[in-house]
């Protein structure tokens, strides 16, 4: 590779991307392998180009844009597709909706590797059709293949970066409270929760209300089961008052709690268990008078079938403080990291 004054390169073939900015424009204003024409040396010039690069690199090195291809054909993504490579990198964006899962140990070794910077947006966030994942590229315009080499050996054998789809879930919901029962209050949990599982395929198999009765509860919940529902809500009865009968009925009808209590806020009082395989949640109140709480957290990785384990949830409590803000932006907000 040859450094050469910009009045004295042309007929001469550039040997990687020229970038230029503008107002509303960023990107190459000449490609790699454009050969110079006599009319491209005032553009460099005004673009402060006093001297551009030609020729080969040497012996044992990489031009950034095969890098970046190297890079993305190391970590393959089913229901993602990378573009570029454009201005030294490649893009990967979703084809579906789901959670996303990063590796998040060698994403950092990948990244200590001298040259090589890989971001990915956050590990378990909510994807949508189209959003980007992740940007893979070196910094300068050359390195040497063997940190590529390094970078794809730390790939192999593992998944730095997934995408998980949303699977259909029939839902069953138990709203417990005399007061609802009774008629005395109207309810309010029902259409909070149909917006939020809305979000996510599947069906409302049916809703349940139910008194203060442990027994009602149980059976309730039992007649949800017989009918196919594959993911249980309960609702009221969940704090820690003597008459709060939710979690002994959760308990009594033999699911595995995993955590009753979660140290996020809002959703404290969060109760988390599986029967089976099948995923049961204790919602508190708070997701009726609040746009957004741990609920809205656990849904995703509960739609991608994935079991929610205790160090998931102990996880929450770096990012499980909400910042209350006057408008709600969840999902993209810190809430709820983990």
């Known amino acids: 590779m040859e450094k050469v004054r910009t009045e004295d390169a042309v007929g001469l073939t550039l040997c990687h991307d020229i970038t230029a900015m503008f107002p509303g424009f960023k990107g190459p204003l000449f490609k790699r392998g454009h050969v110079i024409q006599k009319e491209d040396i005032e553009r460099l ?23 970046a291809i190297r890079l993305a054909g190391s970590v393959q993504v089913p229901g993602a597709h990378y573009e570029g490579p454009s201005e030294g990198k490649v893009l990967l964006f979703s084809d579906i909706r789901g959670m996303l899962r990063v590796n ?24 949508e059709e189209g959003d980007r994942l992740a940007s893979m590229r070196i910094v300068p315009l050359f390195t040497e293949e063997k940190q590529i080499e390094e970078a794809e050996k730390l790939c192999s054998g593992t998944k730095l970066i997934e ?11 138990v709203i417990t409270g ?32 139910c008194d203060d009765d442990m027994e009602m509860i149980i059976n309730a919940a039992k007649g949800l089961l017989d009918r196919g529902a ?44 599986y029967l089976g395989d099948i995923p049961v949640l204790g919602v508190p109140g708070a997701a009726i008078s609040l746009p957004t709480t741990i609920f809205d957290v656990l ?23 909400c910042r209350m803000c006057g408008t709600c932006h969840f999902p993209n907000c810190s809430f709820g990291r983990y």
């Open 45 to 67: 010039l005004d673009i402060g180009k006093k001297s551009i690069y030609v020729g080969d690199i040497g012996e044992g090195m990489l031009h950034e844009e095969d890098c």
């Open 104 to 127: 998040k140990e060698v994403l950092s070794r990948i990244n200590m590797i001298g040259d090589i910077t890989i971001a990915t947006m956050p590990d378990h966030s909510r994807i």
């Open 163 to 173: 995408l998980l789809p949303y699977r259909e879930r029939t839902a069953g919901i």
């Open 178 to 209: 005399s007061e609802i029962y009774n008629g005395r209050r109207k309810d309010l949990f029902e259409p909070v929760v149909r917006k939020k599982l809305s979000c996510f395929p599947g069906q409302i198999l049916d809703v349940s209300i």
């Open 230 to 273: 594959d993911f249980l809500i309960f609702t009221g009865g969940m704090s820690v008052d003597p008459d709060d009968l939710t979690p002994g009925a959760v308990r009594r009808l033999g699911a595995d709690i995993i955590s009753y209590g979660v140290p996020a806020q809002p959703g404290n009082m969060t109760l988390c268990g």
């Open 299 to 321: 849904l995703p990785q509960i739609y991608t079938g994935l079991k929610l384990t205790k160090q998931d949830l102990v996880n929450l409590g770096e990012g499980g403080l």
